[in-house]
């Protein structure tokens, strides 16, 4: 991607426009036979016009709504700019060409999303091809002015034209002059597929198809190995497993080398994480547009008596009022974010978004309260926004009033359909803080969706409460310590039952993502709790918890086929998996995928994945030890989305030079914004801005960030309890991990309750929860099994002899454990436990356990480790041997195997087990058993198509020599007459306009007859509700809250 050189001020439209989204399918190929593209050769250097290619020959900026009279252009029902912008292109040579899949854009590397021509799009000589916004989606500034780009499908520029800021008047289009070198100039009314002075074609006009890349979804197939963390349950984990990835979901769970029957994994590749992979970490709370900001090096201005016991404030309203709080926090958001200003509102989130995706995280709440396109449906999912139809999520970070009704609350809980409720509530020490509870019972507002933001002053009645109702709790006690002095009695909610999550609030005063907040978390609860919590438990706070309290656990959380793949792959240094993540830093982050698309990771693991789509990044080693730099891979460009072409290394430079906050710069940049230098000196140089100075970029990374670690061993409130000098060198001392390793094919004896799971979902093995062990459920859930045999397989086989020997405990546990030993080795090779079974047995594995030696014989003779490839072998005989003894006890024992729910190492011989092994289409071709889905297309010898069925066996019919020879017809004639436009099966064109908010009735206005309002200061201890005219900046960026930066509804 070409680095955007500088940064682009969002418009009006673009603020007054939420999101189109195209969805498309096309086919047949590219036609054939036209002319060579000609390379662009410019009006200027060939010193005549037109010249000898296509050009882009109109665009219509301003067109009026129906207000204003305004003509519905491309007939579509929606009059206005949104819908009724143009651009026309012309082919002025005597040549065809074929443009499908030309490129349309407009500013490189920022604006609109580009789009891609359509399949089979051709232009004649003479001919005009006209695109509309409300097909391409790519938005013509008017108050900035614009480019718009006309390239080949390998990027070459073919024509470019340009117009200035706030040029554009309305339903005058921008028009080339012949006579002028091809110049613009503005013609009325336009022209739209018709030369200038000509009649308007009777005829509808005729529309270009442009569709907008979807790189912002995955889209495809591959395979992660490593160890896999389900967090299902504690137990199930794959020390060897992986994960198919498809289309963004996964799709399949397994034990690696035994992929679940019904999954396809042919031309699909396989990336060996070397790793340990989780379900990706949800933040629960964050005001991310604050996180351009470091941690605030701030200590409490209040007097001794004002202070809280522990060093700090007492509850949240009070050190908002600090001195630095506005010029370090809240006027730096502002001034980063606002449209009359920076307007970096685009380049500020995919960095704060990133500072989480670098952590593992996947998933977040807090995000501004109205979503852009550039930036809300890539990187993180931001949980207020569009997921899967949760979206009746609502979130207050304003004070409770004690006459707040919460209707809409009520409502929603009492339909079902309401899926979360964010907050803020109890954050302080003092009663006041606790009281807030009080409004929630007294009002009837204490819901089972509830999530109350920190809850400091909470006590047991107040989590009892909480409990009862199935409520949730989110702990950020970084933030808490330093600014308290203390932290949520989160062992007391344990108690109490209430579903805890673990977040870092916000970067002024938290960590920069989960992964890291972990730390905090687990050595409180280890210094000052004693332990109140497991390493499974710490980690469920940021997977399985999260989503359980918000009703996403269906999608995200674990790690179950149906599931989104939003996945963080970790350094495997541990051989406790959950103590595995909280040590985890940022150099361990092997790989973080949202969507199944690689956002993160080792250079190694992107380049496998993204080919050469990402840019290099460095994790700086501290300062003090002697340890190298890291380097990592980061995708942030997806040209799927407005201004997705940004690159990581212009995000970072533009965001570096505006937080300098250099007066100079700011004046060149934005003083446009302001009718004269000595308003915008009012404001920033005198005014109350004029305190604002450098701020420093937080760094993405904890690693080697000195500040951070400086701020929090130096504050007084934070180490009032507990110190935290040793944090940097505990966690971030920068010494290279000793990774442990599996090798492939390692059994697993950990968990019975893990194993493969996705798939066709036929036979879940024992006890309906598939895994090594090849006994009963009762037996593989024994303490016998689950304490020996994760650790030393031999001992395990040794002591399952004893305990089912008849003078062992081991009772009704071990009925038939012989018999399925039996089964397993015959039917699915060789299963290392049952081997070392046998041996403790009687050193031999030839005991039959049906009451027919004959058939043992077959079995003994046939079966044993022929693999799943050659189970015929193994069936076809003895199912020969039944057919001739149907009653025979051995046979019927045998059947009952199959017809019960059967073991996944069985599913393959019973498939295959009493089947006629010949298909349904009587093609001999295919072997037994299929797997369910696939497909056989005709050859030259046999006209069969053939499809697996359910139950692994063939269905065809004789009918797929006439439809390949029908296809072949079919290409003829799309050959033959392919030179026509739009010829191409188009399948699918789906447009969905989800609104456009009163900023667009702005951008309909004639805006030169506007008077500029100048936004003056605004007071940072003023509601906005307070301020009286901040509209007249159509993209002005502010947040429905309070000055403290952490109050919006």
Known sequence: MTPMPHPIPMTAASRALTLATIFFLSSLAGLTGFTEIIPNTSAEDSGSWPPNHIVISEILVSASSADFNGTDWNEDGDIGSYSDQFIEIWNPTNQTFDVSEWWLDDIDGGGSAPCSVGWNTTLGPDERLVFFRSDTDIELDYWDGDTVNLKTPDGTLIDSISYMGSDSWWDNSYIRNASNNGALYKLSPPTPGWEEGAQKP??????????????????????????????????????????????????????????????????????????????????????????????????????????????????????????????????????????????????????????????????????????????????????????????????????????????????????????????????????????????????????????????????????????DVGASLVWSPLSNLLLYGDTTDVATAKEEGVNIVISPDWSPSGAKSPLHELKIADYWDEQMLGDVFSNYEMVEMVTSNSANAMKWDEHVGRINPGMAADLLVTTSFNEDPYRNLIDAVDPDVKLTIMGGLPLFGDTDLMTALNGDDWEEVTIPAPSWSSQDDWTKGIDVTFLGVSEGAQSWESIVDDLTMAMRFNRTEMWDYFGDSFDNYSDFSDMFVTGSYGSLDAVPLDPIFTMGDDRYFRV?????????????????????????????????????????????????????????ASWDCPFNTQLCENSVVVENCPTNVTDCGAEIVVYCNPDGDGSNDCVDYIAECYYSWAFAGDDILCNYVMQEIDDSKVICPFGDETLCGHIEQNCPNVGTANMKTCAEPITEYCANASADS??????????????????????????????????????????????????????????????????????????????????????????????????TLVLVLLGVSQLANNDEENPWEKDAVILDDISDSADVSDVSDVSAFDSMAIDSEDSDGKDEE
């Open 890 to 987: 051995g046979c019927l024992e045998l059947t009952d195997i199959c017809d019960a729910p059967t073991p996944s190492e069985y599913q393959i011989f019973c498939a295959s087990f009493a089947q006629d092994n010949t298909t349904g289409g009587g093609d001999e071709r295919l072997p037994l058993p299929c797997n369910p889905g696939s497909t056989v297309l005709p050859d030259d010898v046999n006209c069969d198509q053939c499809v697996c069925q359910a139950d692994h066996t063939w269905l065809c019919d004789d009918g797929g020599c006439d439809q390949t020879n029908g296809v072949e017809d079919a290409d003829e004639k799309s050959s033959f007459n392919g030179t026509t436009i739009g010829f191409g099966l188009i399948i």
């Open 202 to 467: 009777v005829t509808k006009i005729d529309f270009g198809r442009c569709y907008t890349p979807r790189d912002q979804y995955h889209n495809g197939a591959y395979v992660l190995t490593g160890r896999v963390v389900t967090m299902n349950d504690i137990n199930d984990v794959y020390n060897n497993g992986s994960i198919l990835i498809r289309d963004g979901e996964i799709e399949a769970v397994w034990a690696t080398g035994s992929p679940p029957l019904g999954v396809n994994l042919t031309d699909v590749p396989v990336h060996h994480t070397s790793g340990t992979i989780y379900p990706g970490l949800i933040d629960m709370h964050n005001h991310m547009h604050y996180n351009t900001a470091p941690l605030w090096e701030m200590e409490s201005h209040l007097s001794n008596n004002q202070r809280s016991d522990f060093d700090g404030y007492n509850n949240r309203y009070e050190w908002k009022n600090h001195p630095d709080y506005s010029n370090e926090v809240t006027r730096v958001k502002t001034a980063i974010h606002s449209g009359p200003y920076w307007n970096m509102e685009t380049q500020a989130m995919k960095y704060v978004e990133m500072k989480e995706v670098v952590g593992g995280t996947t998933a977040a709440q807090g995000g501004p309260s109205t979503g852009d396109a550039s930036f809300d449906s890539i990187l993180l999912r931001n949980i207020e926004y569009w997921n899967w139809g949760k979206d009746e999520i609502h979130t207050k970070v304003t004070e409770l009033e004690s006459d707040y009704i919460g209707n809409h609350i009520k409502t929603g809980n009492s339909s079902g359909e309401l899926d979360a409720w964010f907050l803020h509530l109890g954050e302080g020490v003092d009663e006041s803080s606790r009281a807030e509870f009080d409004i929630l019972t007294q009002n009837d507002l204490l819901v089972g969706e509830l999530i109350v933001i920190h809850g400091t002053g909470l006590g047991q009645p107040e989590f009892s409460a909480m409990g």
């Open 712 to 768: 929090i061993s130096g504050s007084v409130s934070a180490n009032n309890q507990l110190s935290w000098s040793n944090l940097e060198t505990m966690w971030y001392n920068g010494q290279d991990r000793i990774e442990l390793d599996w090798p492939a094919g390692t059994p697993f004896y950990y968990s019975p309750n893990g194993g493969v799971s996705g798939g066709s979902g036929v036979g879940d093995g024992v006890g309906g």
